[in-house]
């Protein structure tokens, strides 16, 4: 197994709620009736949701520093890829209920990926999870196919949230050039 790295980013202002522990995240939220905070490629067949696309994802664990540590160790486990810089949060958190009866607020945060020589955009996938990988542009999600492959999602809502994440972008980037903030707002103009 490969050794985890040190996980080193830095992120957007409008985030800084979650850099801290899961547990004091819920701390300072006495009336939330979730458990755990959750933060894509082709699920594996033997997996939950076989044959279905989804960004990379999955939940804070009590280890981890802080929301946003979790965001960067998930994607460092399910694709082996290093985030540069967590970006502000994409679309609104949602929640849902498990199987186990578990309540989850899944929280969406843009991730610019880390590109110098120390790390590869190489996705390096754990078969037990996911089975194939896609860089796909936007036009290609939106009619959900890229690489002559059906990109069906496992839900509606993580396909809108992959189309907000351009949209995010793509504001981010027009604000850095203008040196302010994003507002949810204009992501969704």
């Known amino acids: ?5 040190e996980f080193s980013f830095d992120y957007h202002p409008s985030v ?18 979730y458990g755990y905070i959750a933060t894509s490629m082709l699920r594996a067949v033997s997996d939950e949701d076989p044959n279905k696309w989804e960004p990379p994802d999955g939940a804070c664990d009590d280890e981890d520093e802080n929301i946003l540590h979790a965001a960067a160790r998930e994607l460092w486990e399910e ?6 810089r ?16 578990k309540k989850v607020c899944r929280f969406n ?3 610019h990926l880390r590109t110098d020589s120390a790390t590869s955009l190489a996705v390096e996938l754990d078969p037990e999870e996911h ?15 890229a690489d002559g492959m059906d990109l ?15 949209d995010y972008i793509r504001v981010e980037e027009r604000l850095n050039e203008r040196n302010e903030s994003i507002t949810e707002k204009e992501v969704r103009n």
């Open 1 to 5: 197994m490969v050794e985890r790295p």
């Open 16 to 33: 800084a709620e979650f850099a801290v522990p899961k547990q004091s995240y819920l701390a300072a939220r006495p009336g939330a009736s």
């Open 79 to 84: 694709a082996g890829l290093h985030a540069a």
């Open 86 to 101: 967590i970006g502000g949060l994409v679309g609104d958190p949602y929640f849902f209920t498990l199987s186990d009866g």
């Open 109 to 111: 945060f843009a991730a």
């Open 131 to 145: 089975q194939r990988f896609v860089w796909a542009t936007e036009s290609e999600v939106k009619a959900r196919k």
């Open 152 to 166: 069906d999602f496992t839900r509606e809502e993580v396909w809108h949230t992959v189309l907000l994440a351009f």
